[in-house]
């Protein structure tokens, strides 16, 4: 098996447990929640339905419902407690949900269910939208595809996702133990936009946008991320408990990167959007091409 394969069962776990913590540590999370749905501002849509893949404690849905009010919001995650974060949420407004109903106003739609393989019918909505979590797929062409398989006819796929520079810092740091993974793999914005091509998207386009978030020490780092749920769920990872001596040399290794007092944690986060198309080649050599936006560093 591949080390970076990602443990279904763990990664569930870890982001089951982290309900609870999810949005007061998900600051990352939210920044590019926010640039996503300022690039709507861009597009012309009205979706009757819309599916938020890898909804966490469903902020996005919540905002696209706000904006979309006639949409039907779809949440879906693979970690049960998350949904039930937000149906407690949900429950404890009651009079709002009142209202809501009055109105006419659509409740939240929650589907426990991964990515790979979403549980809607072909052609159902008109918007798939995904904020960080298609890096969490061991099979992106087979997530991508599912994307693809549930839009309507030019219905629009915006999504976000970690690039290969990622925690570049803790995987210096975590490294030297031949066949351990301790950083999950992240794949390159080129190998994104070649997988939609394959799962029959339409001209995609692709930039990337680098966060340096900055931490006292090694042990912030590691607590942010289990606050989020972030936790090493690849294959390869350490067993068992790795003592104080392996902690204290990731510290010392870490320690290069110090900047002004503080220790960086670098997220390459790709943004992306495309749209279904119909279902024939909008090129005559079948070609779909990919635009790629640079970024100034």
């Given at each position: 098996m591949d080390s970076y394969h990602i443990d279904k069962a763990r990664a569930r776990a870890s982001f089951g447990r982290a309900a609870s913590t999810y949005d007061a540590a998900a600051i990352l999370q939210k920044?590019?929640?926010?640039?996503?749905?300022?690039?709507?501002?861009?597009v012309k849509l009205n979706p009757r339905a819309i599916l938020d893949a890898g909804c966490g404690t469903g902020a996005a849905s919540d905002a696209l419902q706000k904006r979309f009010v006639k949409s039907q919001v779809v949440s879906l995650d693979f970690a049960l407690a998350m949904l039930q974060r937000i149906r407690s949420s949900s429950n404890n407004s009651g009079l709002i949900q009142q209202i809501k109903s009055l109105l006419g106003g659509v409740k939240h739609n929650l589907v426990c269910a991964d990515i790979e393989s979403i549980p809607l019918t072909n052609a159902s909505v008109d918007l798939v939208w995904s904020n960080l979590?298609?890096?969490?797929?061991?099979?992106?062409?087979a997530a991508l595809q599912e994307f693809h398989r549930v839009l309507q006819p030019e219905g629009l796929l915006m999504f976000s996702t970690f690039g290969p520079d990622t925690l570049k810092e803790l995987r210096v740091a975590t490294s030297g133990q031949d066949g351990?993974?301790?950083?999950?793999?992240?794949?390159?914005m080129h190998d994104i936009g070649d997988a939609l091509v394959r799962a029959g998207f339409s001209a995609p386009v692709l930039d990337v946008e680098r966060f340096t978030l900055t931490y006292a020490n090694v042990k912030s780092v590691m607590r942010d991320l289990k606050s989020i749920g972030a936790h090493n769920a690849t294959a390869g990872r350490a067993r068992g408990l790795l003592g104080r001596g392996f902690f204290a040399k990731i510290e010392a290794r870490y320690e290069q990167f110090r900047v002004a007092g503080k220790l960086p944690a670098t997220f390459e986060v790709v943004y992306g959007h495309a749209w279904r198309g119909q279902d024939k080649p909008k090129f005559a050599?079948?070609?779909?091409?990919?635009?790629?936006?640079?970024?100034?560093?």
């Open positions: 920044q590019v929640r926010e640039e996503m749905l300022s690039r709507l501002d861009l979590a298609i890096q969490w797929c061991n099979d992106l062409d351990v993974t301790s950083v999950s793999r992240f794949l390159d050599d079948g070609v779909s091409p990919i635009t790629f936006i640079s970024r100034p560093q």
